[in-house]
């Protein structure tokens, strides 16, 4: 089973601030999915990466895919506080198609 | 539209107790998933049904657990007896399949979780 290591596993921020965080595996990955989870809910996809060097964006957050499918990144410009939450990386494992596995995540706080 | 509706939203109940916890997924999605989260671990995948037949259940920890789905619009976890280790947060999801087969990338809807603390 695939790990996925995700970091920080915190980060607490002011609003307008830029940040950056990461997900990274010893193994290649077949496709990448980021999700954000906010208190007492449960997580919500964001995107799915699937290329090598893919970069997509939404709004004011842009996903990256490392070119060796390894690893990836989620970077938010001038964060809200509504973007606070859980945000977590998922990959398929075990060749399944419908078995996510998940990174432990990054709790990220905006302060207002 | 409704999301992924679980119940209860909390749960507490005292060692070697009965819990059942319920899920009713998006209508017209075909498959769905039971998951658990907690701090150590993070998301696992429990079991997951495809047409209301269990397809996966290799998460499911230990025979104390057991998971249903009598119909396309419900579902039940059930833990038999409760141990204080099964606090966690349960969530459930569902997805629509097509006749391919799971895709890579095929969006799974969470429900809001159960939170379940065993004493």
């Known amino acids: 089973t695939q790990l996925l290591e995700q970091s920080p596993q915190f980060l607490s921020i002011q609003e307008g601030e830029n940040l950056t965080v990461y997900c990274n595996s010893s193994?290649?990955?077949?496709?990448l999915q980021w999700y954000r989870q906010e208190p007492g809910e449960g997580p919500v996809l964001l995107v799915t990466?699937?290329?090598?060097?893919e970069v997509k964006k939404l709004k004011r957050l842009t996903f990256q895919f490392g070119d060796a499918r390894k690893d990836s990144s989620l970077h938010i410009t001038a964060a809200q506080p509504g973007d606070t939450g859980l945000y977590l990386c998922?990959?398929?494992?075990?060749?399944?198609?419908?078995?996510?596995?998940f990174g432990k995540g990054t709790l990220l706080t905006v302060n207002p | 539209d409704a999301g992924v509706i679980q119940s209860p939203r909390h749960e507490v109940t005292e060692m070697g107790q009965e819990v059942t916890l319920r899920c009713k997924p998006i209508?017209?999605?075909?498959?769905l998933f039971w998951y658990r989260q907690t701090m150590m671990r993070g998301l696992e995948l429990l079991i997951y049904?495809?047409?209301?037949?269990?397809?996966?259940d290799s998460g499911m920890p230990e025979d104390r657990f057991s998971a249903k789905m009598p119909n396309a619009s419900f579902s039940t976890l059930k833990i038999q007896p409760s141990e204080p280790r099964d606090s966690a947060v349960y969530f459930c999801?569902?997805?629509?399949?097509?006749?391919?087969?799971?895709?890579?990338?095929?969006?799974?809807?969470f429900g809001p979780g159960t939170r379940l603390t065993v004493l």
């Open positions: 999801a569902s997805s629509f399949t097509g006749l391919a087969g799971v895709t890579k990338g095929d969006t799974q809807y």
């Open positions: 193994s290649v990955f077949s496709s």
């Open positions: 990466v699937v290329t090598g060097g």
């Open positions: 998922a990959e398929n494992s075990g060749g399944s198609n419908y078995k996510l596995t």
């Open positions: 209508s017209g999605h075909n498959s």
């Open positions: 049904f495809n047409n209301n037949v269990p397809i996966d």
